[in-house]
């Protein structure tokens, strides 16, 4: 089975290779896609995320979603010493950067839950897989035709934040510039939601983002810097 919808402002695929797939876990996955766009997307004026950053909701008024997604973003702050952070100068509460990875690895439980086993959700670039090996593509960042690496995982997330598609968007929290120490970096994770915010925290850090993603647990990491050089950790799982 193969659906793509637009949500989030970007293409989401779903493919699952199980032999016998019914209709209602695919449904589920794109209603709950929308209803994560709806409720905490800082573009929509009634959305939750934008009631609470305008002062309209109380703390103790808020969802369990987004108390857990705000909880992930203090994480990352703290992590990366200010560089990752939700809530930048001019920009007003935008948990973008946490919500994409955990709203799509909450959507991979819901058809692990329905008893799938073997699919590809790919959201904008970031996948979700389980019941591998599914091969996930690098693109390169000078060239948008080609592949720097090419990576085999069974089960897990793959995330990239770069500059190629979106250009300086990543700001560096501590000084609210944009991050330009890194032209694309990949993280691989045991779930999107780690990949992900590892992903965007480490590019906000610059360089030294490299090794602070490498060294958090599970993650393995493909970096690309200025002028080509390529970094990574022993483990990325480069295809043969």
């Keep these: ?7 989030m402002g970007f293409p989401v695929s779903l493919r699952v290779d199980d032999p016998d797939v019914p209709d209602g876990p ?8 929308r209803e994560v766009d709806r409720r905490f997307s800082p573009f929509r004026e009634d959305s939750e995320v934008s009631r609470y950053g305008r002062g309209e909701l109380p703390a103790a008024a808020l969802s369990a979603d987004l108390a857990e997604v705000l909880a992930l973003g203090e994480e990352f702050r703290r992590a990366t010493g200010g560089a990752f952070d939700v809530r930048l100068p001019g920009r007003g509460l935008d948990p973008c950067a946490v919500v994409k990875g955990w709203s799509v690895q909450r959507a991979a439980g819901l058809l692990t839950g329905a008893g799938l086993r073997r699919f590809c959700l790919n959201a904008g670039g970031d996948v979700a897989v389980s019941g591998g090996p599914w091969r996930v593509g690098v693109r390169h960042p000078a060239h948008a035709d080609r592949l720097c690496a090419v990576l085999e995982v069974s089960d897990g997330g793959v995330a990239t934040s770069a500059r190629y598609e979106r250009g300086d968007h990543i700001l560096d929290g501590r000084t609210g510039r944009p991050a330009t120490g890194l032209e694309s970096l990949t993280v691989v994770a045991p779930t999107l939601t780690e990949a992900d915010a590892v992903a965007t925290a480490a590019f906000a ?36």
């Design 1 to 7: 089975m193969r659906r793509v919808e637009h949500v």
């Design 26 to 33: 695919a449904d589920a996955v794109f209603a709950w896609l």
């Design 205 to 240: 850090l610059g360089e030294e983002g490299v090794a602070w993603a490498a060294a958090r647990e599970g993650c393995e990491v493909f970096a690309v810097l200025p002028g080509g050089r390529v970094l990574r950790t022993p483990g990325v799982p480069v295809a043969a």
